[in-house]
């Protein structure tokens, strides 16, 4: 009994040592080149989504930052940008 303990204990740490957290994600919302509707792309620039509007990108968004943790960052057409950290 002893000894299947043991090898339990040692499974359960080697487990643990191999699980690694999700890391932060770093989503950008800005307009497309026509100014049509909102893109949201990752750090890297992959397209993962049109919106018509900002703020359906942004409710879009919001739910996924908030759940990974990381930071949504809005480019307005005027140059400005705005970081949320979720």
Known sequence: MQARLAQLVTYRSDC???????AAITLHIAPDDNFDDWVVHDGDGRELGHYPTRE??????????RKRGGELVVHFPD????????
Not at 16 to 22: H, I, L, S, Y
Not at 79 to 86: C, E, F
């Open 16 to 22: 643990q040592k191999k699980f690694t957290p999700m």
């Open 56 to 65: 359906a990108a942004e409710l879009a968004t919001q739910a996924v930052v």
């Open 79 to 86: 140059g400005r940008v705005i970081r949320h950290a979720l």
